[in-house]
């Protein structure tokens, strides 16, 4: 079982920057692909950004050149650095790690970007 933390969510004006972080305990042999998703009410949850176990990354179209992946293996911990926020970028972020049969979830942690 993975367990995962997740936090660096906050409230920040348009235009800020917030770091997210997610840390990992537990078995993650197995963990292939690991990523940020994003859902705000009345949407589903939405893929932001992904990392694999090597260096490829993924950034959705909405966020690419703002938002940017990265892991610390060693530390077993995933971030998210958000730049130039926008009030659309607002909701519940969770980081979801994958293996080729499940996903685990963190409890998530809130993001507002008020205008």
């Known amino acids: 079982q993975v367990q995962l933390v997740e936090s660096g969510g906050g409230l920040v004006q348009a235009g800020g920057s917030l770091r997210l972080s997610c840390a990992a305990s537990?078995?993650?042999?197995?963990?292939?692909?690991m990523g940020w998703y994003r859902q705000s009410p009345g949407k589903e949850r939405e893929l932001v950004a992904s990392?694999?176990?090597?260096?490829?990354?993924y950034h959705a179209a909405s966020v690419k050149g703002r938002f940017t992946i990265s892991s610390d293996n060693a530390k077993n911990t995933l971030l998210l650095q958000m730049n130039s926020l926008k009030p659309e970028d607002s909701g519940m972020y969770y980081c979801?790690?994958?293996?080729?049969?499940?996903?685990?979830w963190g409890q998530g942690t809130q993001v507002t970007v008020s205008s």
């Open positions: 537990g078995s993650i042999l197995g963990i292939n692909v």
């Open positions: 990392i694999g176990r090597g260096t490829d990354t």
């Open positions: 979801g790690w994958s293996s080729r049969d499940y996903t685990h």
